[in-house]
């Protein structure tokens, strides 16, 4: 009976599809879809070539383990195959995987099985003649590699010589070549400044620092590599175990993962995938899942086998963390700090055990870095509990209708302009007084010790105020009553007229407190002051263009252009009025003309003083026109040095640097009282 042609073309489409992928990802280090969607298609093979075996062909994806490699390097020829593994998706695999094999050995005792975590890296070839490393390969195909020697070589995690004695005379370690997250991430940083190529993955960028024809290059990556096993060994016998083994090349100076266990039958194996999984997301680098292998060497050999694959080991991965889908739409976000985040909203898909619908995009700079474009196909990342991300886009999908994403004007919340200062990544709302994204936020500032100091006003009474609709800026505070605050949860009306009492006395305030409790952006205590100090008024400092408050010490423009936003908002402005109007006033500056007595030194405070807090000691300094910094540095006019001082004082006497104690401090502002 002929074979359906539908099912021919079917299997052909697939091989082609899966050999384009793989070289792709491969050679290119290029990958354009996602793990999971490159999984599903290799299955769908598999299922039927199991279903039509004599469609089997010598050139199917399914009987290689990859691709041949680029001939920029010379060819290595493996004396032993470096072959892949079969792989589990699920608890139910796992069991099988564990029946076929006593159904093989014909033996229903437990199995030992050595367990390790399956690194997202790349395979190498390590070898080692008396000892000393000679030669290094990379997979390839799994029977022909290329000699990666001298990039190897400049792997701090390899070492060039084994450790301790009677090594055997030829000795091949097979392993992982991996990227931390850690370094994975400072690296694309750093390129990211100079505006070079940007990886991936770690797994991409491990992939390329290995490939690269000048070894200097990859010496800067920061590259590392586990043992996860052995091919040749000659002039030697190993321990019969693969466990024993690992141990064996641990003690030579062959790194090897600390995470890897002997467990027993398949029972123990699900409890090691269970706990690596809880684990993955703290790990200092990227697994996709576990291994398990057979531990007995002798019953290794019992079992064999297949075309692509060993009969004694498998596999277990975890549920794909990346998927394929498509951006519908983009909408922005507001923070409780009004930072924009722009939102994509996608066609739903199932990623990490979970259906993801949305993924943020970080902010424009990202987006004009990946290209992204609504109506894209994008590779969508999920790690854990951490927020989906759009991770790439497919550029090979991108459909002729794409729109681009725009950053706002205006807030989406309150509609106050959008400010992004020159520099930055972030755009964020300049409404920060009345927008309801940042009103919580906003108002736990306005109540803080430094600023309006309203004792008993924490941040869990702020939360449910806002949530019960009775403040919608910090100006309601100021209406508050005590029926109001007694109904609240864990309050009562003793608590709630102590609260009013508060918020009525720190309507007695400072300029420099006012200016400060506003939450202007970059605008701290110091900065506050010295606005204070120089315009006087609020008023001034509000109608202030941005050249005049650059004249202000210590101001530059991009203090300068947030303060201009902020008090350009008609919405912030309607609430500071609000503000004085309940009552909140202070005392005005007087403005001398002359210089202030500690103009242009700058001061440290260390320690725990007797006659007064930190606070209120660098206020003193600060009305008399010093800068009060919290670390001490080679322009540090004065150390400060109250009880219990810690490593300012020695990094000040390193220095040279002027120290005070408590009884200098005082004496110094006496003089100039």
């Known amino acids: 009976m002929p074979l359906p042609k539908e099912i021919i073309h079917k299997i052909e489409k697939l091989r082609t599809e899966i050999g384009e992928h793989n070289y792709n990802y491969h050679i290119l280090d290029t990958p354009t879809i996602s793990d999971a969607e490159f999984d599903r298609l290799f299955r769908q093979l598999q299922d039927l070539e199991k279903q039509y075996p004599e469609l089997i062909t010598s050139d199917s994806p399914t009987q290689r383990v990859g691709m041949k490699p680029v001939y920029v390097f010379k060819e290595v020829k493996h004396e032993i195959p470096m072959l892949s593994l079969d792989n589990a998706f699920s608890d139910e695999e796992v069991l099988a995987f564990e029946k ?20 997202d890296g790349v395979a190498v070839s390590i070898i080692y003649e008396n000892g000393a490393l000679v030669r290094a390969a990379t997979r390839g195909d799994g029977y022909t590699g290329e000699d990666i020697t001298l990039n190897v070589r400049t792997i701090r995690s390899i070492l060039w010589n084994l450790h301790g004695k009677k090594h ?18 400072a690296m694309n940083d750093r390129a990211r400044e100079r505006g070079e190529k940007i990886f991936v993955n770690p797994r991409n960028a491990a992939a390329g620092s290995l490939r690269q024809l000048d070894s200097a290059i990859t010496a800067q990556r920061p590259l590392q590599f586990f043992c996860y096993g052995v091919g040749v060994v000659e002039g030697q016998q190993l321990p019969d175990k693969q466990s024993t083994i690992l141990q064996q090349m641990h003690e030579w100076g062959v790194r090897t993962n600390p995470e890897s266990k002997v467990v027993q039958g398949a029972a123990g194996c699900l409890k090691f995938y269970n706990k690596m999984a809880e684990k993955r997301e703290h790990l200092p680098y990227e697994i996709d899942g576990v291994v398990y292998k057979v531990d007995s060497l002798e019953l290794q050999q019992q079992l064999g086998f297949v075309a692509r694959a060993p009969r ?36 739903p898909v199932f990623v990490g055990g979970v259906t993801v619908s949305n993924a943020t995009l970080h902010n424009m700079d990202e987006i004009a870095r990946k290209d992204v474009r609504v109506g894209d196909t994008v590779i969508v990342r999920r790690a854990g509990d951490v927020i989906p991300e759009v991770f790439a886009v497919i550029l090979e999908k991108r459909p002729a209708q794409t729109k681009a994403i725009k950053l706002p004007t205006h807030c989406p919340v309150c509609h106050s302009d959008v400010v992004r200062v020159e520099g930055e990544a972030a755009a964020r709302c300049s409404g920060g007084l009345f927008c309801a994204a940042q009103r919580k936020e906003a108002i736990k500032h306005f109540a803080s010790r430094k600023a309006l100091d309203i004792t008993g006003l924490g941040d869990k009474i702020v939360e449910q105020l806002v949530d019960c609709d009775f403040i919608k800026s910090a100006a309601d505070l100021y209406h508050l009553t005590v029926p109001q605050l007694a109904d ?12 009013v009492a508060a918020i009525a006395k720190s309507k007695a305030t400072t300029l420099p407190r006012f200016l400060y409790a506003l939450g202007i952006r970059e605008v701290g205590e110091a900065t506050a002051l010295a606005l204070a100090q120089h315009f006087t008024n609020l008023e001034k400092i509000m109608q202030a263009g941005e050249e005049e408050l650059q004249a202000v010490q210590d101001i530059g423009p991009v203090v300068a252009a947030q303060l201009v936003a902020f008090f350009h908002q008609e919405h912030n402005r309607e609430v500071i009025q609000k503000l004085k109007k309940a009552g909140v006033h202070w005392p005005d500056i007087v403005s001398t003309g002359a210089a202030k007595p500690l103009a242009g030194q ?9 006659a007064m ?18 670390s001490v540095s080679p322009k540090t006019s ?36």
């Open 100 to 119: 076929r094999i006593k159904d093989r050995l014909k033996n229903d005792s437990p199995i030992e099985f050595a367990c390790e975590p399956k690194m």
């Open 168 to 185: 055997p005379k030829t000795l091949e370690v097979r392993g992982e070549v991996y990227m931390s997250k850690a370094g994975f991430t």
């Open 312 to 347: 004694w080991a498998i596999a277990h991965k975890f549920p794909a963390q990346e998927e394929t889908t498509q951006i519908e739409s983009v909408e922005f976000q507001v923070g409780r700090t009004g930072t924009l985040t722009p939102v994509a909203r996608l066609k």
């Open 488 to 499: 609240m949860e864990r309050m009562g009306e003793k608590s709630a007229e102590n609260l």
């Open 602 to 610: 700058t001061f440290v405070i260390t320690g725990t003083l007797d």
């Open 613 to 630: 807090s930190r606070d209120e000691a660098a206020q003193h300094l600060q009305s008399l026109g010093a800068k009060v910094s919290s």
């Open 638 to 673: 004065y150390l400060i040095v109250g009880a219990d001082a810690g490593s300012k004082l020695a990094k000040a006497e390193k220095l040279g640097v002027k120290i005070l104690d408590e009884f200098g401090f005082l004496k110094l502002l006496e003089k100039y009282k």
